[in-house]
C-alpha cells in the first residue's frame, strides 16, 4: 500500500509495546529502512515468533498459557508438614478471586513455586478498596511563551552537563504527567484504559496480591490469618514479587536499548561507572516503589549536600595542617618554658609534637567550623522539605494520607472484640484500650531503659579495662609499648569497644522488635516508626557513650599528683593525654567511624555476594548430572537471591542517620568526618543500587509520603549537636584557656591581640609545680611535666599560703567556658530558628500548580461525566442535550 511505511512502524511499536509489557529480551533490528514490500511476511513472520516466544517461554514471567500475567510468586518444601494449612489458604485465596498455578523447580526436586495471577475484576475491586489513585487524563501546564522560548536558547547555548542521565535512553514514564483520581468501578469510564494489561502497573499488581495476602485467612481463629505467619511457622519458605526480567544483556544498550526496566536501572543507575551521574528517581519509584525511591532522593540529597560541609570541613584541617610547624605554635611552646628549667621536662619533644598534632584539630577555625555545620544542618533539613514536596506532587503522593493506610493484620486479629467507630472514615473498626495501650508501653520503656543500662554498664568496663592496661603498658617490657603506652591504651581500648558495639548489635535487634510486637501497633507505619525509634537509641547510646567519656568525663576526675583518685582504690583514675583530651577524641571518632563503614560496606555487599556465589555453586553441582543446560526461569532465578532485610529499609536509614550524628554532633573534634561521609555515600548509593536490583530478591513495592520518624530524629541530632560541639570547645578543646590568657594574662593584656606574640608564656602558665618530696619516694624537687606526672592545671604551688588550690585564672577559665557555651547556644539557636523562618517547605511555583490542578480536575471531571452520559443518551435513543441533567 501507500501508506506501508507507517503500517510497518506502528507494527515496530505493537512488538516494542509486548516486549516491555512482556519484560522479555527480544531484539528487533531496524525494521523500515527502504519499505521492500518484500519485507511483509517477513515482519507477520516475525510478529508470530515474537508472540509465541513471549508465551510459550519459560522465561516469561506468565503462566504455562502464556496469557496470564506472573504477579507474586510463593515458595514451599514439598517435605513441608504444614499442607493443611498451605491448601487452606489457597483455596481461600482462589476464592477471593486469585488464580494459581503451581510448578516444581527446576534444579531441587524438593521446591515448589505457586505462580499467582491476579485478574481484572480482582485487581478493580481491590483498587477500589485500596484507594489506589490511576490515571485519567494528561496533565496540562501553564507557560508562558516567553519563558518557553528563553528556556530553548538557554538550553541551546549551555553546554551538556555530564552528571545527568540521558532521557533518551530512559522510558516515557506516562504515569508521572497525568492528573489521577482514587479508582472506582462506579467511574471506570474516567480513566484512561487503552489497555487492560498495562492499566496497572507491576508494582501496583504486586502491592494488591500482597494486600490480599496479608489478609487471607489459613485457619479458623482470630489470629490465623496472614503470609507473615505462614513464612514464620514454616508453612511457606518465601513470598516475593518477582523481577521484570534479567539485568544483564548480551547486546549492548546503546544499540539494542533496555531489554526491561532491571536491566535500565541496571545500566543507568546500579553500575559503578554511573557514581557521578544523577539518580534515575522516576524509574527507581516505578519499579521499587515510592518508599524505596524516596529513601534513595533522600540518600541523593544528603550526599550532595555533604560537598560543601567536607570542603569547609579539608579546609579548616589543611588550615591546621599549614600552621602546625609556624612560629605560632612552636614559638608560644618553647619560648614559654624557660632555659633554666629545660632540663626538667624530660619528654618535652614528646609534648610539642602531640601539641601540633592536636593543633590539627583545635585551631581558629573549629569554632567556625561548628557554627557552619550547625546551620548546614538546619539549611539541609529545610531544603529537604522543598525537595520532598516536589517528589511527593511529581510522585502523586499529596492526597495520600495516613487515614487509608490499613491496619496490620496483627492488630486486626488481637483487637477484634472491641471496636470503635473511625472519626475520619465513620466505619467500625478494632480498637486498642487505653489502659492496655499504656501497660504495654511502660513494658517497652522499661526494656530500653535496660538495654541502655547494659550499654552503660559495657562502657564502664571498658574504662576499667583502660585503668588496668595503663599500668601494664607503663610497666611493659617493650621499649616501644613503654614509651608510647598512652597510645597503646586508647589503641586497644577503642578495638575492644568497637568489638562490644558490633557484638551488642545483635542483642539490640532482637529486643527492640518483640518490645514493638509488644506494643501492638496500629498500622505499618507506626510499627516502623517504633522500631526505629528503638533501634536509633540503642545504638545511638552504644555508638557515642564510649565518645561522650571520653570528650567530657575524661580526665575530669583524676585528682593531682600526690592525690589521685582511684578505682576501687587500687587503679589510679585515666587522665588525659598531656596535650589534652581532643586527641583521644579524634582518635575514638576516627577508629569507629571508618570501622563501623567498612563492615557495614561488607555486610551490605560482601556478603549478599558470598551467600549467591554458594548459591549458584550449588546450582551446578546439581546441574551436572543434567544432560542438558537447561535455562531456568526467572521466578527461580529471584528465589536462588537474597531476601530483602527483613525490617526494610530501617538498617539503610539507620546507618545513614548515625552517620549524620558523626558528623555533626562532635564535628569540632575531627573536622574530616564531613569528608568520609561524602567518600563513604558516593559508595553507597551504587553500593545499594547494585544489591537492590542484583543481589537482592524485588522488595514488596510500598508507598510512603516522607522519611517517616528519621526525619524527627535528624532534627533532634541537630539540636544536639549545637550543644555538644559548644561543650567540647569549651571544655574539651584549649580554645578558651588560650583565649582568657591572651586577653588577661599575657604580653598582650593592655595592647590588644597581636596573634601569636599574645600566647607566649601560656604553657608555663598552664603548668602547676608540684613538690616531688610529698610522694615519699626519696625524690626531691619540683616538678611540672614528666613520665608518671603530667600536671596541666591552674593550682598554687606548694610553697603558697593555700598550696594546690585553684588560682583565679582558673575560675575565670571556668566563667568564660560557661559564658561561650551560652553565648554560643543562643547565637547558634537563633541563625537556625531565622533560617528555618526564611525558606518556606514548600516553593512558590509547586503551589500555584497544585491549585491550579485542582481546579483542572473539577473541571475535567464534570467534562467527564457530561461526556459519560450524552453518549449513554445517545446509544438509548434519547434526546440529546448539552446542559448538565
Known amino acids: 500500500p501507500k501508506d506501508f511505511c507507517s503500517v510497518q512502524m506502528n507494527l515496530r511499536a505493537y512488538l516494542h509495546a509486548a516486549v516491555n509489557q512482556n519484560n522479555e529480551t527480544i531484539v528487533l533490528n531496524s525494521l523500515c529502512v527502504n519499505c521492500p514490500c518484500s519485507n511483509v511476511f517477513f515482519f507477520q513472520d516475525r510478529r508470530r515468533a515474537c508472540v509465541s516466544e513471549l508465551r510459550g517461554g519459560k ?32 483455596k481461600n485465596l482462589r476464592a477471593e478471586g486469585l488464580m494459581l498455578e503451581r510448578e516444581p523447580a527446576v534444579t531441587n526436586s524438593d521446591i515448589m513455586f505457586v505462580k499467582i495471577h491476579c485478574p481484572w475484576e480482582t485487581l478493580c475491586k481491590y483498587a477500589e478498596r485500596m484507594n489506589i489513585r490511576m490515571p485519567f487524563r494528561k496533565k496540562c501546564y501553564y507557560t508562558d511563551w516567553r519563558s518557553k522560548t528563553m528556556g530553548r536558547l538557554l538550553k541551546s547555548w549551555l553546554p551538556r552537563n555530564p552528571m545527568k542521565l540521558d532521557k533518551e535512553a530512559l522510558p516515557d514514564l506516562e504515569e508521572t504527567d497525568c492528573y489521577t483520581a482514587p479508582f472506582s468501578r462506579a467511574r471506570i469510564h474516567h480513566f484512561t484504559i487503552n489497555n487492560k494489561d498495562s492499566f496497572f502497573s507491576n508494582s501496583t499488581r504486586s502491592r494488591i496480591v500482597h494486600h490480599m495476602l496479608q489478609r487471607t485467612k489459613y485457619e479458623d481463629g482470630k489470629s490465623k490469618m496472614g503470609i507473615n505467619r505462614l513464612l514464620n511457622n514454616g508453612t511457606y519458605e518465601a513470598a ?67 560537598i560543601p560541609a567536607a570542603l569547609v570541613g579539608l579546609f579548616v584541617f589543611l588550615y591546621g595542617l599549614f600552621t602546625m610547624d609556624s612560629s605560632q605554635v612552636s614559638y608560644v611552646l618553647w619560648a614559654s618554658l624557660g632555659q633554666k628549667l629545660r632540663w626538667q621536662y624530660c619528654l618535652f619533644l614528646m609534648y610539642l609534637f602531640s601539641i601540633q598534632v592536636t593543633h590539627l584539630f583545635d585551631n581558629g577555625g573549629t569554632v567556625f567550623f561548628a557554627i557552619f555545620m550547625a546551620i548546614w544542618a538546619t539549611v539541609f533539613l529545610e531544603f529537604w522539605k522543598r525537595r520532598r514536596a516536589v517528589l511527593t506532587y511529581d510522585w502523586d503522593l499529596i492526597d495520600w494520607e495516613d487515614e487509608e493506610e490499613e491496619l496490620r493484620p496483627q492488630f486486626e486479629a488481637k483487637y477484634s472484640q472491641v471496636e470503635r467507630v473511625n472519626p475520619i472514615t465513620g466505619k467500625p473498626e478494632p480498637f486498642q484500650p487505653f489502659p492496655d495501650k499504656l501497660s504495654r508501653l511502660m513494658v517497652s520503656v522499661s526494656g530500653i531503659f535496660f538495654m541502655i543500662s547494659l550499654v552503660l554498664t559495657a562502657v564502664f568496663a571498658v574504662v576499667v579495662y583502660r585503668l588496668v592496661a595503663m599500668e601494664q603498658f ?18 586497644t581500648g577503642v578495638c575492644i569497644n568497637f568489638m562490644i558495639i558490633m557484638s551488642l548489635n545483635v542483642v539490640y535487634e532482637k529486643v527492640a522488635y518483640l518490645l514493638t510486637d509488644l506494643e501492638h501497633p496500629r498500622t505499618e507505619s507506626e510499627w516502623e516508626n517504633s522500631f526505629a525509634l528503638k533501634m536509633f537509641l540503642f545504638q545511638f547510646v552504644n555508638l557515642n557513650s564510649s565518645i561522650f567519656y571520653i570528650a567530657f568525663f575524661l580526665g575530669r576526675f583524676a585528682g593531682r599528683p600526690g592525690k589521685y583518685n582511684k578505682l576501687f582504690n587500687r587503679w589510679r583514675l585515666e587522665e588525659c593525654h598531656p596535650s589534652g583530651c581532643l586527641i583521644d577524641l579524634c582518635l575514638q571518632m576516627g577508629v569507629i567511624m571508618v570501622l563501623k563503614q567498612m563492615w557495614n560496606n561488607f555486610m551490605e555487599l560482601g556478603y549478599p555476594l558470598l551467600q549467591n556465589w554458594w548459591s549458584r555453586r550449588k546450582m551446578k553441582r ?178 603558697s599560703s593555700t598550696p594546690y588550690e585553684f588560682t583565679l585564672q582558673f575560675w575565670h577559665v571556668l566563667a568564660a567556658r560557661l559564658a561561650f557555651i551560652i553565648v554560643f547556644e543562643h547565637l547558634v539557636f537563633g541563625i537556625k530558628s531565622f533560617i528555618a523562618y526564611l525558606i518556606p517547605d514548600m516553593p512558590k511555583d509547586l503551589c500555584d500548580r497544585m491549585r491550579r490542578e485542582k481546579y483542572l480536575v473539577q473541571e475535567m471531571m464534570y467534562e467527564a461525566e457530561l461526556e459519560h452520559l450524552q453518549r449513554e443518551r445517545k446509544k438509548n435513543g434519547k434526546q440529546y442535550h448539552h446542559e448538565w441533567p
Open 240 to 306: 516475593f514479587p518477582p523481577h521484570e526480567g534479567s539485568h544483564k544483556s548480551r547486546h549492548p544498550i546503546k544499540t539494542h536499548g533496555a531489554q526491561n526496566h532491571r536491566h535500565l536501572l541496571y545500566e543507568r543507575w546500579a553500575r559503578w561507572g554511573m557514581w557521578y551521574k544523577y539518580q534515575p528517581l522516576d524509574l527507581i519509584r516505578r519499579y521499587f516503589g515510592e518508599k524505596i525511591g524516596l529513601y534513595f532522593a533522600w540518600l541523593g540529597w544528603y550526599t550532595g549536600m555533604l
Open 622 to 799: 546439581r546441574g551436572q548430572s543434567m544432560e542438558h543446560k537447561i535455562s531456568l526461569p526467572q521466578w527461580e532465578k529471584d528465589w536462588n537471591l537474597q531476601p530483602m532485610n527483613l525490617h526494610g529499609l530501617m538498617d539503610e536509614y539507620l546507618e545513614m542517620v548515625l552517620q549524620f550524628g558523626f558528623t555533626t554532633i562532635f564535628v569540632a573534634a575531627f573536622p574530616l568526618a564531613p569528608l568520609l561521609a561524602l567518600l563513604n555515600n558516593i559508595i553507597e548509593i551504587r553500593l545499594d543500587a547494585y544489591k537492590f536490583v542484583t543481589q537482592w530478591r524485588r522488595p514488596m513495592p510500598a508507598r510512603a509520603t516522607d522519611i517517616g520518624i528519621w526525619y524527627g530524629i535528624l532534627e533532634g541530632i541537630g539540636v544536639l549537636a549545637v550543644i555538644t560541639n559548644a561543650f567540647v570547645i569549651a571544655i574539651t578543646s584549649d580554645y578558651i584557656p588560650r583565649f582568657v590568657y591572651a586577653y588577661k594574662y599575657g604580653p598582650c593584656t593592655d595592647q590588644g591581640y597581636r596573634q601569636e606574640k599574645c600566647l607566649k608564656g601560656y604553657v608555663n602558665s598552664s603548668l602547676s609545680v608540684f613538690d616531688l618530696s610529698e610522694l615519699g619516694m626519696g625524690y626531691s624537687g619540683y616538678c611540672r611535666f614528666s613520665l608518671s606526672y603530667r600536671y596541666r592545671d591552674y593550682r598554687a604551688p606548694p610553697w
Open 59 to 90: 522465561k516469561g514471567l506468565f503462566f504455562k498459557d502464556g496469557k496470564k500475567r506472573i504477579d507474586y510468586i510463593l515458595v514451599y518444601k514439598k517435605s513441608s508438614l504444614q499442607v493443611e494449612k498451605r491448601s487452606t489458604f489457597e
Open 474 to 491: 607503663a610497666s611493659f617490657k617493650w621499649y616501644f609499648i613503654k614509651k608510647y603506652w598512652q597510645f597503646a591504651t586508647s589503641g
